[in-house]
C-alpha cells in the first residue's frame, strides 16, 4: 500500500469507486489515488441493493442528474465490457391517497418540464401497463418507459476495474481507524494496515460515514436503517416495469433471471448497523405483494438479504467539501437510491476536486444546509 496519495477514498463501495474511476479518468491516471475498504467489494449496499436506476423524481434536480445517470448505466456494459443485465422495463408508480396522488401529479409535471416522457395515468391506464395488478384502489400512476434495472454487481467490479487500470489503488479488508487533522486542514488518513499521508480525502463509508466522520471531529446528521429485500424462485418473463406503490412503499420488479426481486418499507427496525433477515419483513412483504399482485400468492421465495440505508433528514444527500477540514470530501445520505446516483455524482465530486468545479445541484446538498436552515422537502422514496 501506498504511504502517500494524492486522494483517499474511504469506501469501495459504487459510490467510492466511482469517483475514484472519475478521477482518474480526468487527470488521465497522473493522480495518485487509494480507495480503501473495511470489508470486501459488494460488502456493503451496493452489493445489496435491488438495482434500481430512474429519473423519475419529485424535484428537478434529482431529474436531472438521473437523466445523466442513466446515460451512463445505458453505456456501461460496452465502455466497461461487462455485462450489466441492464433492461429498461420502466418504472410505474402508484398513488392510492389522495395526498400521494397530488404528488405524484407535481412530480410529472417536473419531469415532462425537463424533457422526460413520463405518463401520468389513470386506473385503467395502470391496469393497461400490468393486467395482473389490482388496481381497485389505485386513485392515479405514472410511467415512464425509460427507466431501468440492472445487476448491481457487475457495475461495481466494472469502476473497479476500469480504476485500477487507470493506476488507482483498491485495498479491501482495510479499515480507517483515524483521520488526522493539522491546522484545519487534511494531513493523513490511518489504517489497520498503516498510515497514507494525503490532503484528500472522500468520505464514502455509506451508512457508516457518520462514524468515520467523526474521526475528524465532523458531525453528520445521518444515520444507518435496515433495508430488507428477497428475491423468488425464476418465473417465465411475464413483468415489464418495476412497480412502485408510493403509500406502502412496496417495490417489485422481475429481474433478467426471471426472479420477482422486491421490498417494501419498514419503520419498525432494529436501531443501528444491523443487517439481519427478519420474519416480519418477510410477513409485512408477501402480504402486501399478494394483495397488489395476486397471481404471485403460490411463488417461492428463495433468498432474503438486509442492507442499510444511509437516512437523511430531509431525503436528500450530503455531497461536497465539508468545509472544515479542508480537503474533506462527502457523498453519502443517499437513503435507497444511491446506487443510480452514482455515476454522475461520481463524475462532478472528481470535477469538484481536480479543477475546483462545484454545480448548482452538488451545492444544494451541501452539508451546511442543515445549520443553515435549507432543508428540503417531499421526494419519491420508496422502501
Ligand atoms: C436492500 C437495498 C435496496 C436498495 N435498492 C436500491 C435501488 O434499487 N436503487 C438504488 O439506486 N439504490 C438502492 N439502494 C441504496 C444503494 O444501495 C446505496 O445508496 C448505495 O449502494 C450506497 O453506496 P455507497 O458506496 O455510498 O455505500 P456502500 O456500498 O455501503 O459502501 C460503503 C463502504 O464503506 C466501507 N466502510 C465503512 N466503514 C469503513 C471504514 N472505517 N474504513 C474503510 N471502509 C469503510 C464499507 O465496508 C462499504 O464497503 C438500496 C439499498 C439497500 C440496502
Known amino acids: 500500500m501506498r504511504s502517500a496519495a494524492d486522494v483517499v477514498v474511504i469506501g469501495a463501495g459504487i459510490m467510492g469507486l466511482a469517483v475514484a474511476y472519475e478521477l482518474a479518468r480526468l487527470t488521465a491516471g497522473k493522480m495518485s489515488v487509494v480507495v480503501v475498504d473495511a470489508s470486501y467489494l459488494c460488502g456493503g449496499a451496493s452489493g445489496r441493493n435491488g438495482g434500481g436506476v430512474r429519473a423519475q423524481w419529485s424535484d428537478a434536480i434529482s431529474v436531472e442528474l438521473m437523466k445523466e445517470s442513466l446515460a451512463e448505466f445505458r453505456s456501461f456494459a460496452r465502455r466497461h465490457r461487462i455485462n450489466t443485465w441492464f433492461r429498461a422495463g420502466g418504472y410505474l408508480f402508484l398513488a392510492r391517497t389522495e395526498a400521494r396522488a397530488e404528488e405524484l401529479a407535481r412530480s410529472v409535471e417536473v419531469q415532462r418540464g425537463a424533457g422526460l416522457d413520463t405518463r401520468f395515468l389513470d386506473r385503467a391506464e395502470v391496469k393497461g401497463i400490468v393486467p395482473e395488478l389490482f388496481t381497485d384502489d389505485v386513485l392515479v400512476g405514472s410511467y415512464n418507459p425509460h427507466d431501468a434495472v440492472v445487476f448491481p454487481w457487475p457495475i461495481v467490479w ?226
Open 158 to 383: 466494472g469502476y473497479a476495474e476500469g480504476a485500477r487500470a487507470l493506476g488507482v489503488e483498491i485495498h479491501t479488508f482495510t479499515r480507517v481507524t483515524g483521520i488526522e487533522v493539522k491546522d484545519g486542514r487534511i494531513g493523513a488518513i490511518d489504517t489497520d494496515r498503516g498510515r497514507i499521508q494525503t490532503s484528500t480525502v472522500v468520505l464514502a463509508a455509506g451508512a457508516h460515514s457518520p462514524e468515520v466522520a467523526r474521526l475528524a471531529g465532523v458531525e453528520l446528521p445521518t444515520r444507518p436503517h435496515r433495508h430488507e429485500i428477497c428475491a423468488t424462485e425464476p418465473l417465465k418473463p411475464w413483468l415489464t416495469p418495476l412497480v412502485a406503490d408510493l403509500t406502502d412503499g412496496l417495490y417489485f420488479s422481475q429481474s433478467t433471471r426471471g426472479e420477482i426481486v422486491g421490498g417494501i418499507g419498514n419503520d419498525r427496525v432494529p436501531e443501528g448497523p444491523v443487517q439481519t433477515s427478519s420474519g416480519r419483513f418477510l410477513a409485512l412483504y408477501a402480504r402486501a405483494l399478494v394483495a397488489r399482485c395476486p397471481r404471485l400468492g403460490a411463488v417461492r421465495v428463495l433468498r432474503q438479504w438486509a442492507g442499510l440505508y444511509d437516512i437523511s433528514p430531509d431525503q436528500r444527500p450530503i455531497v461536497g467539501s465539508a468545509g472544515e477540514p479542508e480537503g474533506l470530501f462527502l457523498t453519502s445520505g443517499f437513503m435507497g437510491h444511491g446506487f443510480m446516483m452514482a455515476p454522475v455524482i461520481g463524475k462532478r465530486l472528481a470535477r469538484w476536486i481536480v479543477r475546483g468545479e462545484s454545480s448548482s445541484e452538488l451545492e444544494a446538498w451541501r452539508l451546511s444546509r442543515f445549520r443553515e436552515g435549507h432543508l428540503h422537502e417531499g421526494g419519491m422514496i420508496i422502501g
